[in-house]
């Protein structure tokens, strides 16, 4: 009886453990109000490969490695061919997150230079439709030799990931529904 009582708080207390800093792993996904779904679907070469998929068909797929030192985008899958950044760009730093953290970095990708740049500004409540959360909110701000950019703003909660993408003009995608793996 007691062999039972305590292999049963052993058991509970590793169903309680809480997921990594920075969710990851085969069948984590994560819906958003845009339809969009983001799925941890397979390992690939030593990476995890993170689909993007719209009304459940593939759109994208970046290839993560998760590290002591943070996440780095390692490259993307196009149709079948695998491109790479060189070197791979980090998104973010080491756990945890602190107040006005920055990190960046420059890559090279399909012949054009990349430059990613991130700042955690502030912790702000949002509501979403998958719940109330206390977020770190992360400016990134890409550009590429080609001219492009993108400034957003990332709500991101520990352990659950990224809650609401929001753009400078006001427009918000937020998170509907987060899966942990059984």
Known sequence: MKRNLTLGLLLAMVL??????YPNGIGYSWTYSSGMEQV?????????????????????????????????????????AV?????????????????GQEWGGRSSFGGQSVALIGKVLRIEGVNVPAGRFNAYVIRTSTVTSAGGSQVMEIYFVPGVGIVRYATPDGATVDLVKFSVPK
Request: without cysteine; proline residues 11%.
């Open 40 to 80: 941890f679907t397979r390992e690939q070469n030593g990476l995890l490969v993170f689909e993007r998929r719209l009304a459940k068909q593939p759109v994208s797929a970046d290839l993560l490695r998760y590290t002591e030192n943070g996440v780095f985008l390692e490259g993307l899958i196009i149709g079948q």
């Open 83 to 99: 491109q790479r950044y060189t070197p791979p760009l980090q998104l973010y730093p080491a756990p945890p997150l602190v107040l």
């Open 16 to 21: 309680a453990a809480p997921t990594a800093y």
